[in-house]
């Protein structure tokens, strides 16, 4: 009986050390360079006197990534949007609008949720921009948080979501109360991508900025 007992707590003890959300994120990014996803993205404003609920807007569309520090966001609705980061510059267009902005991608990207994902490769350097600690499983996932060490940033707190070793979810809180929650989906971990693919060309017509 001692040892079905010591074997059932050395299998928990076991259990433990790997549902660990940290864990899960220093294995994605050792073992994931590159991935695409569908995601959808519930955005939550904080709810006024006058509202009996909070307001919130969703929207979709496809992720891609390739470390370090290329990705690419496309929304697909309700509007078109495309975000994405080419190593160098990032690039936001708006197709309604026809008109692009650009920022030099270090000034924009270094306390970002998307840094979480694309920017290093080890926690080491995500570390230096993020306090990271684990936080409880709930909703069948292990969870990573991680805050801002620059308090005076717009992004307040991160919570990384992981299913069975696998990026899921990301919380993201904002210093005006606002909520956005990117739930990603049909992942393809290892896509072949190249720096290439991340390349943007502002189309024809559109207006540039450049802050």
Request: glycine share 6%; aromatic share 8%; charged share 25%.
């Amino acid at each position: 009986m001692r040892h079905v007992l010591t074997s059932c707590a050395l299998a928990l003890a076991a259990f433990a050390v790997r549902a660990d959300g940290l864990q899960d994120l220093e294995q994605f990014l050792r073992e994931v360079d590159s991935g695409k996803a569908t995601f959808t993205q519930v955005v939550t404003s904080p709810k006024r006197v006058s509202e009996a609920v909070a307001r919130s807007k969703t929207s979709s569309g496809r992720f891609e990534f390739l470390r370090p520090g290329r990705f690419r966001f496309v929304y697909a609705r309700p509007f078109e949007q495309t975000i994405v980061a080419d190593g160098q510059t990032l690039w936001l267009h708006d197709v309604d609008l026809n008109q692009v902005t650009s920022r030099p991608q270090k000034d924009a990207l270094g306390s970002t949720p998307a840094a979480l994902i694309a920017a290093d490769t080890d926690l080491k350097g995500l570390s230096e921009a993020f306090e990271l600690k684990p936080g409880a499983a709930r909703d069948g996932m292990e969870w990573l948080e991680a805050r801002p060490k620059d308090r005076n940033g717009q992004l307040q707190m991160v919570r990384v979501g992981f299913r069975q070793g696998q990026l899921a979810v990301l919380d993201i809180e904002d210093s005006l109360g606002q909520r956005s929650i990117l739930t990603f989906s049909d992942w393809q971990a290892n896509a072949p991508l190249k720096p290439a693919d991340f390349k943007f060309q502002p189309p024809a017509g559109a207006s540039v900025i450049r802050p």
